[in-house]
């Protein structure tokens, strides 16, 4: 009794040690390898904090689904739909009452196994409460729920939505879809949403009676009925069991194309959907579907679980595409080709997406992250996994090479503060959709590769094999993969510890080298773009230092053995083989993180420039520039790299050129530098040689990454103001635009783009009209590149309001086009502005919850480099603080303005100097 007395007047106290108590249990579980242990302590600090965030946007998990016998009524004329759902539960332990997910939705009627129930709404939460009339208790065992509710199709993206394109005879076409992930089912029906309430599914269509139209689900069509005069009701053969943001429902007009794969012996039909009209472009997905599935089956040693594969172009989809089971789901542009319309760029896009959504099938559907925490083992794996896949439908395109401009992104991303690890705790919608970024998709990617080169190919691919057969139709949290690749490695490497380092901190290290003689020494240190920003570095166990398989080449030949920097040395020795004459660290740009030299060594690396893989020069590019960017690195370094650039005619080196040429032109350009013109003749120079390599007219001659690598060189060539260069777009534009008569699909855009910067109202106009009248996805996204390219800035204020009509820009595209306007010198200020003037029309429209208006911020105000720009910011986020899924992407916008203004102050006049003495104008 005392001690009752004693806490209830040492409240703060009491606060205070259980804080103390809670980070305590947080150290100690990141310790225990033990897994059970670690899920009991969870666990128990769950139960006595029933209180916490966490608790009110999680389901209790004491009722479980095992079916759902869902019915759906969508009216495609009025954008209105009913449905039903029967959900077979199983109750695990004593409750009053069962919580599942419901948002958007009007509830008409529940039912508790065919007696009267009564629910409540909790909008705040989601969640949709439902007890016992007579309030009695729920026991174990089975229950059943019925629910009828009803919601709105209309002006929305998310959910169970409406969508249409216009056929030949320009008649609208209306659909309904899906798109679930990630927590957007309740929103098209009551459900238990969260990724770890695995049911099975019973559906049920509703379409209308004209042949025309088709119902399309998860699994097979068993059965179709009458339901009226007018419409027919399409039931579906039982699912296997999967988490509601994979099931899928569309009602549509459709035609496919159809082809078949070989699933271990067994033939399964892949069908390829789009609108009638865009029948022929779905040939290119299904052939390259069939070999990269049949590449996942042989690759896995699993095969496909489910007994159809269809895939559909949506002409409205919010993201590039959904890996629904069996039903996956992409924007247009991300599954339609054809070489008279669409570009190489476009191509490689459709193969990359097919084959990310398509590992899908295993990583994310079979086995499912336990909770968005995790969601890099959904994503992270299909982001790594598709160039495999990819690079087995097309070997002459060094995707695996090719990976590493997403590293490069990643890299980018994640060399900031307001980055986060791969592994982190999340609640709300809000939360678990700002995740879906570069670290869960491109560094859980990247630090996979560097894993599967550790501990070698075969380990990697046996230790995937298992751990998919282990946790097949279960969820898995990151632990489990790492138990399954450490029982393969033994005791030679301790694989938790390496990649913790990597998952549960964000960031990564640079290893900074020192010589004597034939020794290198390497350290390590947390890199940051902004080399004077502070953090704390209690805030991670590991103290942001990391476990880093170190990899080299010389002139002898590459590494072959086994060194690991560990996080808690202070530094390793290596020594240089006898005879080599020079030394790379991180051959390849396998590992995730960077290397700096002394100056020497760097002086050395460039003179060997032309010794190296494709994959080395482009990293040595690429990181000479980064650790110059963050003030590691005299900038005179990477400038004098790039003269080796005049003897260059590979893509990847030339795509890092591209990024890094034109960031430092921005920076000239905004900082009113007198040497921008003198920047733009030296670059003239050194692209030159490759801008003369190849040609406007199309051959037969150029390879897939030939065509990249032109791509790229021209709009570098147009950037700097190359006069052969403007001159042949500017001819070809007003050519076509006279006569119409196609340009190759590869220089449209650019073509588009630098046609029109001069142009007038009259041609700005008839560019309209053209764009008003294309029916193709891809096409229309190049057209309005070129709409959104004309330095008139009435016109540019003219468009971003005419971008309101859906009519004339779909809501997926809406982002695009404001960030087109705000690349233009023209429109970045007028972006700016209008932005801020429309941030209420932007939040109604699209809400706070969407990830894109949360990214729009950074992207358009990424070449602020002023005070005053700066201040403005911040003036805007605190006249509206509520960022939704955009709370890393503010500070990521005032991250990135600071370093610019950093930038400027040190290297401005280092990169001024250099132009004079290397530029003659």
């Not at 009991?40 to 079916?67: F, S």
């Not at 020192?514 to 940051?528: A, C, H, I």
Request: aromatic share 12%; charged share 25%; proline share 3%.
């Amino acid at each position: 009794m005392n001690l009752i007395v004693w806490i209830f007047t040492h409240k703060l106290l009491v606060v205070l040690i259980a804080v103390i108590i809670s980070l305590a249990l947080s150290t100690i579980i990141l310790a225990i390898e033990n897994r059970k242990l670690r899920n009991e302590i969870d666990e128990l600090i769950a139960k006595e904090t029933n209180l916490t965030e966490m608790n009110k946007y999680r389901l209790p998990g004491m009722v479980k689904p095992i079916l759902y016998e869902l019915y759906f009524y969508p009216n495609l004329s009025t954008g209105l739909f009913k449905g039903k759902v029967d959900i077979s539960v199983d109750i695990l332990s004593t409750t009053d009452s069962i919580s599942l997910h419901s948002h958007t939705l009007n509830i008409d009627n529940v039912h508790i196994s065919s007696e009267n129930g009564t629910y409540s709404l909790d909008q705040s939460y989601q969640l949709l409460t439902i007890r016992k009339t007579d309030q009695s208790n729920f026991t174990p065992g089975k229950e059943n729920l019925q629910i009828e509710f009803s919601g709105d199709m209309k002006n929305r993206i998310v959910g169970l939505y409406t969508s249409s394109y216009k056929d030949a005879n320009g008649e609208s076409r209306r659909m309904a879809t899906s798109k679930f992930e990630p927590t957007y089912a309740r929103q098209a029906f009551p459900c238990f949403d969260e990724p770890n309430m695995k049911a099975k599914y019973k559906v049920h269509l509703l379409k209308p009676k004209d042949n025309s139209y088709i119902a399309l689900s998860n699994f097979p069509v068993s059965n179709i009925t009458d339901y009226d005069k007018e419409n027919q009701l399409v039931s579906f053969e039982e699912t296997v069991s999967m988490s509601t943001y994979l099931s899928c429902f569309i009602v549509s007009d459709f035609a496919h194309t159809e082809t078949s794969f070989n699933n271990d012996g067994k033939m399964i039909p892949l069908k390829v959907y789009a609108s009638p009209d865009n029948l022929q472009k779905t040939q290119y997905a299904g052939e390259v579907g069939k070999k990269v599935i049949e590449y996942y089956v042989n690759y896995f040693q699993i095969p496909y679980p489910l007994p159809k594969l269809d895939m559909v172009a949506i002409p409205d989809f919010v993201s590039g595409a959904m890996e629904h089971w069996g039903l996956v789901t992409y924007r247009e542009t991300a599954l339609l080709y054809t070489n008279t319309t669409h570009s190489t760029i476009n191509k490689q896009r459709v193969t990359t997406v097919v084959a990310h959504e398509l590992a899908h099938s295993w990583f994310g559907n079979l086995v499912t992250m336990n909770w968005w925490n995790d969601l890099w083992l959904n994503e992270g794996f299909a982001s790594y996994i598709q160039y495999k896949g990819a690079s087995a439908a097309e070997p002459t395109w060094g995707l695996l090479d090719q990976f590493m401009l997403d590293l490069h992104a990643a890299l980018n991303f994640d060399s900031r503060l307001s980055s986060h690890p791969i592994v982190q705790t999340v609640l709300t919608p809000d939360q678990i959709s700002e995740i879906f970024d570069l670290i869960s998709y491109k560094k859980g990617a990247s630090i996979l590769r560097m894993l599967e080169n550790t501990v070698k190919e075969t380990t990697f691919q046996q230790a995937v094999k298992n751990y998919l057969n282990l946790y097949a139709y279960k969820n898995a949290i990151t632990e489990d993969f790492l138990d399954e690749v450490q029982k393969l490695v033994g005791t030679v490497l301790n694989v938790k510890e390496l990649m913790e380092t990597f998952t549960v901190q964000m960031g990564y290290p640079i290893l900074t080298v020192t010589r004597s003689g034939d020794e290198y020494t390497l350290t390590q240190k947390r890199f940051l773009a902004d080399s004077t920003a502070s953090f704390n570095k209690s805030d991670s166990a590991y103290r942001y230092r990391w476990s880093v398989p170190v990899t080299y080449i010389t002139d002898l030949g590459k590494s072959s053995s086994f060194v690991l920097f560990n996080y808690n040395a202070d530094s390793i020795k290596i020594t240089r083989p006898t005879g080599a004459k020079w030394m790379k660290f991180n051959h390849d740009q396998i590992g995730y993180y960077r290397v700096n030299y002394p100056k020497a060594e760097w002086d050395d690396l460039i003179a060997h420039y032309g010794n190296f893989s494709v994959a080395d020069r482009t990293h040595l590019l690429e990181e000479a520039f980064s650790i110059a960017e963050a003030d590691l690195l005299d900038f005179e370094v990477p400038l004098e790299l790039t003269k080796k650039l005049s003897a260059e005619f590979d893509y990847m080196p030339w795509s890092v050129a591209y990024i890094k040429l034109r960031s430092i032109l921005n920076h000239l350009k905004w900082s009113g530098s007198d040497q921008e013109a003198a920047f733009k003749k030296y670059v003239i120079d050194i692209v030159s040689p490759a801008y003369n390599n190849f040609s406007w007219n199309e051959t037969v001659d150029y390879s897939h990454l030939d065509r990249l690598a032109r791509i790229e060189i021209f709009y570098l060539a147009c950037l700097v103001d190359h006069e052969a260069c403007l001159s042949e777009a500017q001819s070809y534009f007003n050519r076509w635009l006279k006569t119409r008569q196609p340009i190759t699909p590869d220089l449209r855009r650019i073509i588009y783009s630098n046609g029109m910067k001069k142009a007038n109202k009259t041609t700005w106009d008839a560019l309209l009209e053209i764009y008003k009248n294309e029916t193709d996805a891809s096409e229309r996204l190049k057209l309005m590149k070129g709409l959104t390219s004309i330095e008139n800035e009435d016109i540019l204020k003219k468009l971003l309001e005419l971008a309101k009509d859906e009519t004339l820009v779909r809501s997926q595209d809406f982002f695009s086009v404001v960030q087109f306007i705000s690349i233009n010198p023209s429109g970045t200020d007028l972006v700016w502005n209008w932005v801020r003037s429309n941030w209420d029309y932007l939040v109604h429209r699209f809400t706070l919850n969407d990830r894109y208006l949360g990214t729009l911020i950074p992207e358009i105000t990424s070449t602020f480099a002023t005070q005053e720009r700066l201040t403005e910011i911040e003036e805007f986020f605190k006249e509206h603080p509520n960022a939704g899924a955009g709370v890393a992407s503010r500070a990521r916008a005032l991250e990135k303005v600071k370093h610019n203004i950093l930038w400027l102050s040190k290297n401005k006049k280092t990169v001024e100097k250099w132009i004079r003495k290397n530029s003659v104008l």
